[in-house]
């Protein structure tokens, strides 16, 4: 299982989970998760992670061991509360959290967790200590959450745990509270959990990491991993779109047109499969798996995707590139090798533009803006603005197989500014809820883009754009430039070299000769 689908589930929706009602309440996780998927991945969601916590207040986090409680009146109080107890919490009046409906169930789960963990106290000392630790942990570190009747509470723990505070995260799940359990170098001991008793309790195992990081030192490199946009999100089907949808509108309301514009684009990779770039083509991005925004940014699912291959049934072929080509929102390339058609060709004169960047990487801003010099100079200033910050993010050169060096960077620069003219009206005519703007490029010979081209590419794919590479031989254009964590790669059931689009458009009668008779 990926990385992003185990965070994914944490936070899905009670609506994704199927059965909640206000009777039944919350329907909550509980998942252990040991080792990780993709070492950068996993530190990606850690930092997506971290960004939700901020914004919200109904999760609780701890990154290591849980202290013992040390504050004595909090004790005496709850040593004084039990001197009623007669193996039963739920009986007790007593106040852990302020919600009273939780408070109810947190006593119940504590009364199932003893019932069936009687076994591990020796005696009734022991057990009334296990039992005024959980209650001081629950009224420190629970007690001031908000928790409101649309979304399951949280705890989060990174870490290797104790069995006691297996069994405090035991309670609070069965009191309906969604547990993440991250332990990315070993297997915990989680005998004193009953696996078998538990529904919605799930143990997941992928390799154990040999980094041994903290839960701060990940969440930093997850926020480089973000801000170089290595991050993919996993379809599932043309019903995700519909109920993407739905959800959107009742929880966020209509988004009316160009409500969005004042907010920047932050790009999410979506990994798919062929058939479903067909399907979510031409859909908003509003209805897109992963879509979102708050006040600052909008979070918007793109494709960038290569197809090596065709099909051997030539008029399937045929028709997936017609359903690509003849979207009002596409923009059509067959590549000769040629740069020119993605962007002014770059001459020794225009060198002239290293004074616009920084030894550090970082653009004079200033000097670009509104300068009828360049292509983008008709967009508005935030969306040059926000170009020129991403193209400021490509220049850190960790997105490309070899880095950048100066040379690299003018030329890069060079090519977003003189873009050419088609790709700046699709930007100016973006409506970021709307459809997206699309790039197709054909290559039917073994062309190999430059390198200031598949800077181009991934700008456009930053700001929005989706972009999909066709290559009928399968050979290897774009992934010898740029990270293979960039980009989906396909490969259909034939390769064909130097195949192209007059052959397809014209002279259908060559695709009998070879693959045989059509269907």
């Known amino acids: 299982m990926s990385d992003a689908a185990v965070f994914e589930r944490l936070f899905s929706s009670q609506a994704d989970r199927g059965n909640f009602t206000p009777s039944k309440g919350f329907l909550s996780y509980f998942i252990l998760y040991f080792g990780l998927n993709e070492e950068s991945l996993y530190n990606l969601e850690i930092f997506k992670m971290s960004y939700k916590i901020d914004n919200r207040k109904d999760i609780a986090v701890f990154t290591g061991n849980i202290s013992n409680p040390n504050d004595f009146d909090t004790i005496n109080y709850f040593k004084d509360k039990l001197k009623s107890y007669r193996n039963s919490i739920e009986s007790i009046d007593i106040q852990l959290v302020k919600n009273e409906s939780i408070n109810f169930k947190i006593k119940q789960s504590m009364d199932i967790v003893l019932k069936e963990n009687s076994k591990e106290f020796a005696n009734d000392r022991m057990k009334e200590n296990f039992i005024i630790k959980i209650m001081s942990w629950i009224k420190e570190y629970i007690g001031s959450l908000t ?255 070899t880095g950048l060096d100066s040379e690299e960077r003018i030329k890069g620069l060079h090519a977003v500014l003189n873009m050419d003219r088609q790709f700046v009206r699709m930007l100016n005519n973006f409506d970021y809820s709307g459809v997206t703007p699309k790039l197709v490029v054909f290559v039917g010979k073994d062309y190999i883009f430059p390198k200031e081209t598949c800077f181009l590419i991934l700008l456009l794919s930053k700001v929005g754009f989706d972009v999909v590479v066709l290559t009928p031989g399968g050979e290897n254009n774009i992934e010898n430039m740029i990270s293979g964590k960039l980009i989906d790669i396909h490969r259909l059931e034939k390769m064909e070299y130097d195949l192209h689009m007059n052959n397809l458009d014209k002279e259908v009668p060559l695709f009998k000769k070879l693959f045989g008779k059509m269907r």
Not at 345 to 370: C, Q
């Open 147 to 401: 928790i409101d009747k649309i979304d399951s509470p949280k705890i989060i723990f990174y870490g290797e745990a104790k069995k006691h505070e297996l069994l405090f995260f035991d309670v609070m799940f069965l009191a309906g509270f969604d547990v993440i359990y991250l332990s990315p170098n070993k297997k915990t001991d989680i005998g004193v959990l009953d696996v078998k008793r538990q529904n919605n309790l799930e143990v997941i195992e992928e390799r154990f990491s040999t980094e041994n990081m903290t839960f701060e030192d990940r969440k930093e490199l997850g926020r480089k991993v973000e801000k170089g946009s290595v991050k993919k999100a996993y379809t599932v089907g043309a019903q995700a779109s519909e109920r993407i949808g739905r959800e959107l509108m009742e929880e966020s309301g209509f988004i009316k047109p160009w409500q969005l514009q004042d907010r920047i684009i932050k790009n999410l990779l979506l990994s798919t499969t062929v058939d479903e770039i067909s399907i979510y083509w031409s859909e908003p991005a509003k209805l897109r798996p992963g879509f979102g925004f708050d006040n600052k940014l909008v979070q918007m699912p793109v494709f960038l995707t290569k197809i090596d291959g065709i099909y051997r049934d030539s008029s399937k072929y045929i028709e997936f590139i017609n359903k690509l080509k003849n979207s009002e929102y596409a923009y059509f390339i067959e590549y000769f090798g040629r740069p020119g058609v993605f962007s002014k060709e770059f001459t020794r004169a225009d060198f002239g533009m290293s004074f616009l960047i920084s030894a550090a990487g970082k653009i004079e801003k200033k000097d670009i803006l509104n300068n009828p010099e360049y292509q983008t100079s008709s967009l508005s200033i935030n969306t040059q603005i926000m170009i020129l910050d991403k193209v400021e993010e490509l220049f850190e050169g960790n997105l490309f197989t």
